[in-house]
Nanobody, 126 residues
């Protein structure tokens, strides 16, 4: 069974940066397409970014140009570099994994991910 653990969240002022990490155990990360989702207070969880096994990426319009998703398969870890943070980025951030036989597959569909972390809180003050 794959386990995912997020870290790196915290309180930051608008305009600053944070880097989230998602450490995987129990399975080899290189076999999985990965994604970051977030859930703001009172809102449904939404897609933020996804990365294929080969490193292809896709972003939600709300974070494009500010966030960067990456992966280090040797460390079994995925990252989300968040720059130019805004108060509206405040949310619990979740990482997710989907086993994929295709190197170029990625998805922004929440229901396609089988494995989820517990989330890490990001709070951006104005």
């Amino acid at each position: 069974q794959m386990q995912l653990v997020e870290s790196g969240g915290g309180l930051v002022q608008a305009g600053n940066s944070l880097r989230l990490s998602c450490a995987a155990s129990g399975r080899t990360l290189s076999n999985y397409a990965m994604g970051w989702f977030r859930q703001a207070p009172g809102k449904e969880r939404e897609f933020a970014a996804t990365i294929s096994r080969s490193g292809d990426t896709y972003y939600a319009d709300s974070v494009k140009g500010r966030f960067a998703i990456s992966r280090d398969n040797a460390k079994n870890t995925m990252y989300l570099q968040m720059n130019s943070l805004k108060p509206e980025d405040t949310a619990v951030y979740y990482c997710a994994a989907r086993y994929s036989t295709g190197s170029y597959y990625y998805t922004d569909k929440e229901y396609e991910y089988r494995h989820w972390g517990q989330g890490t809180q990001v709070t951006v003050s104005s």
